[in-house]
T-cell receptor, first 111, second 117 residues
Framework: GESVGLHLPTLSVQEGDNSIINCAYS??????FIWYKQESGKGPQFIID?????DKRQGQRVTVLLNKTVKHLSLQIAATQPGDSAVYFC??????????FGAGTQVVVTP | GAVVSQHPSWVICKSGTSVKIECRSL??????MFWYRQFPKQSLMLMAT?????????EQGVEKDKFLINHASLTLSTLTVTSAHPEDSSFYIC?????????????FGNGTRLTVT
């Protein structure tokens, strides 16, 4: 079946550097995407979303890029901080409102 | 912002017993809530969609008689794991949306860690 997946299971980033987390999706009909951050033992926390009629959206220190041509989504975190260490999930929302999650990327921020 | 609360945050039960998990939307009404399960080092898997005032719809492979869902009000959904077994040990997370349309983010509770001994 169609799914949302991530390229890198673990990303090690030095504090202060920028992080880029990638996500590939296979459902070309998807029109809404969300990035979540999950810290250990907690539920996912909304970071940023993007609709398919956009290719870029910026938040505070985060930017999401959407390339519909190659069905690719990325999350950029500027000036990564220790508090950014977590698992990041991209998610795809279908027309029934169901959220399908990718495999997740563990981001580890090193001093 | 939208807050979803789950209770309990963790529970340990003996094999064969039942456990109820509550999910509440604290500052908004949610006609639809979703229940997810997450095993260690894995992603979230949707179990069922809870609809206020009607029966829940379950994903393929999820036993509806084992995972009972009740959504009696616009702010409360419950998941009951019946006759729990060790393989049911997992992290259960609920979510809700403030809007019915598809383009709004889901807000998640902080999950319930279930351990069945």
């Amino acid at each position: 079946g169609e799914s949302v997946g991530l390229h890198l299971p673990t990303l090690s980033v030095q504090e202060g550097d920028n992080s880029i987390i990638n996500c590939a999706y296979s459902n070309s009909a998807s029109d809404y995407f969300i990035w979540y951050k999950q810290e250990s033992g907690k539920g996912p926390q909304f970071i940023i979303d993007i609709r398919s009629n956009m290719d870029k959206r910026q938040g505070q220190r985060v930017t999401v890029l959407l390339n519909k041509t190659v069905k690719h989504l990325s999350l950029q975190i500027a000036a990564t901080q220790p508090g950014d260490s977590a698992v990041y999930f991209c998610a795809e929302k279908n027309s029934w409102g169901k959220l399908q999650f990718g495999a997740g990327t563990q981001v580890v921020v090193t001093p | 912002g939208a807050v979803v609360s789950q209770h309990p945050s963790w529970v340990i039960c003996k094999s064969g017993t039942s456990v109820k998990i509550e999910c509440r939307s604290l500052d908004f009404q949610a006609t639809t809530m979703f229940w997810y399960r997450q095993f260690p080092k894995q992603s979230l898997m949707l179990m069922a969609t809870s609809n206020e005032g009607s029966k829940a719809t379950y994903e393929q492979g999820v036993e509806k008689d084992k995972f009972l869902i009740n959504h009696a009000s616009l702010t409360l959904s419950t998941l009951t794991v019946t006759s729990a077994h060790p393989e049911d040990s997992s992290f259960y997370i609920c979510s809700a949306s403030t809007r019915v349309d598809s383009n709004s983010p889901l807000h998640f509770g902080n999950g319930t860690r279930l351990t069945v001994t």
